[in-house]
């Protein structure tokens, strides 16, 4: 397996999404995951305001409060997309190990209810970030991840 060197700490790490991450064009980042929590860390800590800020919004869009998703809504939403990513329209092996993230993003006015929800990947939530659902889809097929339309074949997307 080909490695590559984080640009930020110097370690060479296997060259793949899961240590680097994707860039918009679908490449890897030149820092790792590890790099990249750091400095978000940093971030978040230094940025207090503009977390309180967001964390408004999305309680707002929440209707006031913010909730977590038990293991019933991930049981629903995988037997709902047939026991696949919403995403990458692979296979989740149990509801358990997908993570509930939101068709439209609460960041782009999405709402926090069952419709606007999705089970995914963990890999695939980290990389659909502030996307639709349907502007995840075309950046896969964009950069090359993606070679056919299982979304369709799964009803999982329009």
């Given at each position: 397996?080909?490695?590559?060197?984080?640009?930020?700490c110097g370690e060479a790490k296997p060259?793949?999404?899961?240590?680097?991450?994707?860039?918009?064009?679908?490449?890897?980042?030149?820092?790792?995951?590890?790099?990249?929590?750091?400095?978000?860390?940093?971030?978040?800590?230094?940025?207090?305001?503009?977390?309180?800020?967001?964390?408004?919004?999305?309680?707002?869009?929440?209707?006031?409060?913010?909730?977590?998703?038990?293991?019933?809504?991930?049981?629903?939403?995988?037997?709902?997309?047939?026991?696949?990513?919403?995403?990458?329209?692979?296979?989740?092996?149990?509801?358990?190990?997908?993570?509930?993230?939101?068709?439209?993003?609460?960041?782009?006015?999405?709402?926090?209810?069952?419709?606007?929800?999705?089970?995914?990947?963990?890999?695939?939530?980290?990389?659909?970030?502030?996307?639709?659902?349907?502007?995840?889809?075309?950046?896969?097929?964009?950069?090359?991840?993606?070679?056919?339309?299982?979304?369709?074949?799964?009803?999982?997307?329009?």
């Open positions: 397996m080909l490695s590559k060197k984080c640009t930020r060259a793949t999404r899961e240590y680097f991450g994707s860039t918009p064009s679908g490449g890897l980042r030149g820092y790792c995951r590890s790099c990249m929590n750091k400095a978000s860390s940093e971030y978040e800590a230094n940025n207090k305001d503009g977390r309180r800020e967001r964390d408004a919004k999305r309680a707002k869009a929440a209707g006031g409060m913010r909730r977590s998703f038990d293991l019933a809504t991930k049981r629903n939403l995988f037997e709902k997309q047939n026991g696949h990513c919403a995403c990458c329209f692979q296979p989740i092996d149990r509801p358990e190990s997908g993570e509930i993230d939101h068709v439209v993003p609460l960041e782009r006015n999405g709402r926090d209810e069952k419709s606007n929800l999705l089970l995914a990947h963990a890999q695939c939530n980290k990389e659909k970030h502030n996307k639709t659902l349907t502007e995840h889809w075309e950046w896969r097929v964009r950069v090359g991840l993606d070679t056919e339309n299982l979304g369709r074949k799964y009803g999982l997307i329009p």
